[in-house]
């Protein structure tokens, strides 16, 4: 799976899991999902959940960081090195 099919899914399910009531809101890769109120901490723990789930990785209490999950194109490129690194194991 390619980063950029990685950051569609993870952009999916943001869009269907957290904005369902708010149509119509935009946001790009890069936008903080904190930051623009997509998510909230709670969201973080269900976003973490379907990452380990829908890829097959597991994350690390010290992974889940801003750097890591602030945005959809960070978690992206988080998930395509934990699998790479995986596959390189």
Do not use: C, W
Not at 36 to 57: C, K, P
Not at 74 to 81: D, K, L, P, T
């Amino acid at each position: 799976m390619t980063q950029p099919e990685i950051i569609d899914r993870i952009r999916g399910y943001v869009t269907e899991n957290f904005l369902y009531m708010r149509q119509g809101v935009e946001f790009a890769d890069t936008d903080s999902l904190l930051g623009r109120g997509i998510i909230d901490s709670m969201g973080i723990g269900e976003l973490v959940v379907f990452v380990q789930d829908e890829f097959a990785i597991l994350v690390d209490d010290g992974e889940i960081t801003e750097e890591n999950f602030g945005t959809v194109e960070s978690i992206g490129q988080f998930v395509f090195g934990k699998r790479e690194a995986h596959l390189a194991a």
